[in-house]
């Protein structure tokens, strides 16, 4: 089966890929960014690979690169947690809409869209399912809103004749990532195994594997109601507790001293503006406000519509950290 999936270049893209070939499809690969594949992957595929380079925007090229394609994997998001950003704003809105006009337009039996656990507005603690109420607020970062408004655009597309659906991942990590731009909770995962991270922060959050993510978008391209979300979570685990786990697999010492929250909320405004020019959003208020939420992932939708279920935390971390030494991350 000829498959697309834009973003192919990104974390979940590349899961998402590697499993696709593995299942001998015909992938059209749609990226600005041609990606690498680890020799692994190429190496025990069934399928075979084209890369396409589009901007997704452009709904007249998009539908040119999804001539003969069944199925559309939709991707590409740009992640912002500021309260404005054009940007994110136009690609994870419009870029959805794009895509899915597209799709209807060559035909293509299925597109399955990524939405975001970030799309639903939950409370502190509170428990998450897809009835859950919606990130309309306009004090929530350009991203949560964004996303949400993205499954509206696909929405409309449906009622024209589209059939799609939006899977909502929560918090990716694991194999297969890219070694030389890791994704927020792999790099932080990694430092730990190196015995670099002396202090972390002990929140709860849940964890989902990327293999598992990709495997529950191709469960719902086949099991999948039209219209309908699924959230695609994994395990409510202790990031600090993680990270110790990462470091005792490499025999190295793990974080020792537990940060409270509202300690790194105070020294936010200070260290923020600095991180920021270094192109990252880690101190920002939206980044420190969903380390503080810990919500609770009700999943029992995908599990029992489309037989999704992750494996546990522990084994995802020890293979997360047999790839940082097959990639010769953990090198002094």
Known sequence: MRVAVTGAAGFLGLNLVSALLRDGHEVVAIDRVRGALPASVTESSKGSLRWVSVDILDEDAVAVALDGVEIVHHLVAVISLRQKDPLA????IQGVGSVARAALRVGARRMVNCGSLASFDYERLGTVDEGSKRATDPKLPIYHRSKYLGEVEL???????LDAL???PTGIYGPIDHPGR???????????????????????FDMVDARDVA????LAAEKGRTGHNYLLGGHRHNLFDAQV?????????GPRIKIPIGALRAVAPFIDPITRKLGSESFAPAALEN?????IVDRSKAGAELGYEPRPTEETIRDLVAFFEAEGL???
Request: with cysteine.
């Open 215 to 218: 495997e529950g978008f191709l």
């Open 291 to 295: 380390l503080a939420m810990s919500p």
């Open 182 to 204: 890791l994704s927020r909770m792999n790099q932080g995962l990694l430092d730990a195994a190196l015995g670099k991270l002396p202090a972390s922060v002990p929140t709860w």
């Open 89 to 92: 704003e136009l690609v994870n």
């Open 330 to 332: 953990l090198e002094a």
């Open 155 to 161: 929405l409309r597309v449906v009622d024209a004749g």
């Open 245 to 253: 786990l990462a470091a005792e697999l490499t025999g190295r010492r």
């Open 166 to 168: 939006s899977c909502n």
